[in-house]
């Protein structure tokens, strides 16, 4: 077999490898993945996509249960676990299907297997059938990813100690799962198990749950799951741990306290995956927890290895990875590319959702910046009402001298849709007055940003200041 030769080798097809190859191949590059694995990466087969498959019928499941709210009557209804399984796999297959579509279709080549740097313009792919070939490149992305971080003294077993990977496996629902680890990913599956009837406990180290997030916004999903009886146990470590007889697991904490559970899911974090692509041969340190870090052209310390995503560890978001791999493929192609990234949305599907952008109050007081704050609750809204979502608010941040808006912060229902009209605002440096004049169609839940705008220079509408504040403390 020849030895081919491309403009630009990908290595990894998760949403930022396979997004950047499709765009070299617009640019006129001549494009290769390489993928060990699936199609789609993490965030496609066992990731973003699967979780959201389920947490959509955790919704529809809770939603039947108060139908009689809406005017409805209907019997209980039933979680079917093989039919959950056999939905999340279609969509799964289908979305996969897709990438392969759109690469092929582009004239980008698949390689399959695994990649190893040779030297800077050459690699190994240790193929699926055992054989090796070699790939030159005038440029090389990385965009291998993460993988899930095991704590010491825990190995994963596929049915009674998983990761987030084997757990869109389960062969039944668990009745009693502990999730270690109160982050996004921790959170999402605790919210899901608790909305399908298991009994959930959330074990974290750290005083509260998903750090990265405004104080408020952590507060009030720690009510929302007590209100949903999930236990949290915050500030607290797993101590021990006892394999029963009968199958069950006790985990004893912090304190001494006791455990009893049939599944422990570890949600402890992700670590970038950057071991065995010897990037050591060609003098690219990743020494700092398996990050490869890159300036702002998205280059590695080899000028023309580029590296994207969650390997690089600045965010680990799919979106992000996105941003970052069209950016990258067009500086490489010499095209201009945007590199300044201060407005990133997130959005944790809990429930309720909770999503981000910009800076958290915190540390926009820690920049030194005189901030003011305005909030809306969703209980004070007539959509929210009319929708029976009441649970959440919005809390935008802003600089008190020049009225620019820094952040904003929601949890609630759609949290996830809300936040791009305040992501649009950060990037283009717009006042929280512009939020506040902007006209939102009613009746919309998208009013609330324009309510929020409105409170944070005293001026709400539809509610007494003293409301709003009272809102993110209840």
Not at 224 to 242: I, P, S, W, Y
Not at 245 to 272: E, F, H, K, M, N
Request: charged residues 20%; contains cysteine.
């Amino acid at each position: 077999m020849s030895n081919p030769n491309y403009q630009l080798v990908v290595v990894g097809t998760g949403p930022g490898g396979y997004v950047a190859a499709i765009r070299a191949a617009q640019l006129g590059l001549k494009t290769a993945v390489v993928e060990k694995d699936e199609l789609g990466g993490t965030c496609l087969n066992w990731g973003c996509i699967p979780t959201k498959a389920w947490i959509v019928t955790a919704h529809l499941y809770q939603t039947i249960r108060r139908a009689k709210e809406f005017g409805i009557e209907v019997g209980e209804p039933k979680i079917v676990w093989p039919a959950l399984l056999e939905r999340k796999n279609k969509i799964v297959k289908q979305m996969t299907g897709g990438v392969k579509t759109l690469l092929s279709g582009r004239g980008v080549d698949i390689h399959r297997g695994v990649a190893r740097f040779e030297a800077a313009n050459r690699l190994a792919v240790t193929l699926e059938d055992g054989g090796t070939q070699e790939i030159t490149a005038e440029n090389v992305l990385v965009a291998t990813g993460a993988q899930a971080w095991m704590p010491p003294g825990w190995s994963l077993d596929g049915e009674r100690v998983i990761g987030s990977q084997e757990a869109l496996d389960l062969t039944k629902q668990p009745k009693r799962i502990a999730v270690l680890g109160g982050g996004v990913i921790g959170c999402e599956f605790a919210s899901f198990f608790a909305a399908i009837g298991s009994q959930v406990t959330v074990i974290e180290m750290l005083p509260r749950l998903v750090m990265a997030e405004d104080e408020e916004i952590s507060s009030a999903l720690e009510r929302e799951m007590k209100k949903q009886k999930v236990a949290l146990h915050l500030g607290t470590k797993v101590e021990d741990r006892k394999d029963n007889a009968d199958g069950s697991i006790t985990l004893t904490l912090t304190g001494g306290r006791t455990v009893d559970v049939d599944t422990v899911l570890v949600a402890t974090g992700r670590r970038p995956y950057s071991a065995n692509l010897g990037l050591e041969k060609v003098g690219i340190s990743n020494s700092d927890r398996g990050k490869i870090a890159v300036n702002d052209r998205l280059q590695t310390s080899v000028p023309n290895v580029y590296a994207i995503g969650d390997v690089t560890d600045i965010k680990q978001l799919a979106h992000f990875a996105s941003a970052q791999g069209k950016a990258a493929v067009e500086i490489i192609a010499g095209h201009p590319a945007q590199t300044n990234w201060r407005a990133v949305p997130a959005a944790t599907f809990t429930s309720p959702e909770i999503a981000s952008v910009g800076l958290t109050e915190s540390e926009a007081k820690a920049e030194g910046r005189q901030v003011k704050v305005g909030r809306f609750p969703f209980r004070a809204h007539g959509r929210n009402i009319a929708d029976a979502e009441t649970s959440g608010f919005v809390k935008l941040v802003g600089d008190a001298g020049t009225d620019q808006v820094l952040g904003a912060h929601i949890i609630g229902a759609k949290a996830s849709e809300l936040i791009h009209e305040c992501s649009l605002a950060i990037g283009a440096d717009l006042n929280i007055a512009d939020l506040a004049r902007a006209i939102h169609a009613h009746p919309t839940m998208m009013e609330v940003i324009g309510e929020a705008a409105e409170d944070a220079d005293g001026h709400a509408t539809h509610l007494l200041r003293m409301e709003a504040r009272a809102a993110a403390k209840s």
